[in-house]
């Protein structure tokens, strides 16, 4: 999923301090899962601008609508079912950057603005707390270094490893962290596969990555391309 947080109250209040009347525009996937950006903090962050408002005897209106994703044509369309885009002179969206720029594409008359920091592709590991583990390299080697990433955990991004500072299983860029190459031996280790560690990785094809980049499946080609 895509991890974000929203940002500072200050810089959003600053983000709309032109608007006259706002929709502030939620997302029910990603980022309300990950508590920032669903139905209930869209919510919030309106009681927030409006009592903001009301101190500073400000009279803009601020209304609210969360739909299923921001990142899909589809789900967007809706919006004009529900409210009239035209009567709003700003969007405060709650979605991951893609959503923000999906909704600017498709409202492109509009004054579209981000109310989070979209900040990375990760995992919930419980109530609250989520880590990255991908960093979309477009070359996947996890079949090679059992299922740990080491693009995203080591802190030097080593396609081989430890480096040779790693110390008690800590890392030696940050010892509160695991070393994600310990972690990976272990887990290679554990899955009966240690002799992975003999292999040599070649250098991370970063060619591959293209910005920005584009996915049609292959059912799809001949209709794209
Ligand atoms: S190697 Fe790491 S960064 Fe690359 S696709 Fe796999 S999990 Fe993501
Ligand atoms: S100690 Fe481990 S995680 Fe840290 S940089 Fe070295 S190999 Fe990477």
Not at 198 to 207: A, C, F, T, W
Request: hydrophobic content about 35%; charged content about 25%.
């Amino acid at each position: 999923m895509i991890v974000a947080k929203r940002k500072p109250f200050d810089e959003i209040k600053e983000l709309v301090s032109d608007s006259k009347k706002m929709l502030i525009l939620g997302c029910g996937t990603c980022v309300a899962v990950c508590l920032a950006g669903g139905e209930k903090e869209v919510a919030i962050l309106a009681s927030q601008l409006k009592m903001a408002q009301a101190l500073e005897d400000q009279d803009a209106q601020v209304d609210q609508l969360t739909i299923e994703r921001q990142c899909d044509r589809e789900f967007i369309d809706e919006i004009k079912d529900k409210v009239n885009v035209d009567e709003y002179d700003l969007i405060l969206s709650t979605a991951c950057g893609a959503g923000v720029q999906l909704l600017s594409d498709m409202f492109d008359h509009k004054v579209v603005v981000p109310a989070l920091n979209t900040t990375f592709i990760g995992v919930a590991e419980g109530p609250g707390i989520w880590t990255e583990r991908c960093r979309s390299c477009s070359d996947c080697v996890l079949a090679e270094t059992g299922g740990i990433c080491p693009v995203t955990m080591c802190a030097k991004g080593l396609m081989n490893g430890p480096c040779g500072g790693a110390r008690h299983g800590k890392c030696e860029v940050d010892p509160e962290k695991d070393c994600a190459w310990t972690l990976i031996y272990n887990r290679l280790e554990q899955i009966g596969r240690l002799d992975r560690m003999q292999r040599i990785l070649p250098p991370k094809r970063y060619s591959v990555q293209q910005y920005p980049a584009v996915v049609i499946h292959e059912a799809y080609k001949r209709r794209y391309e």
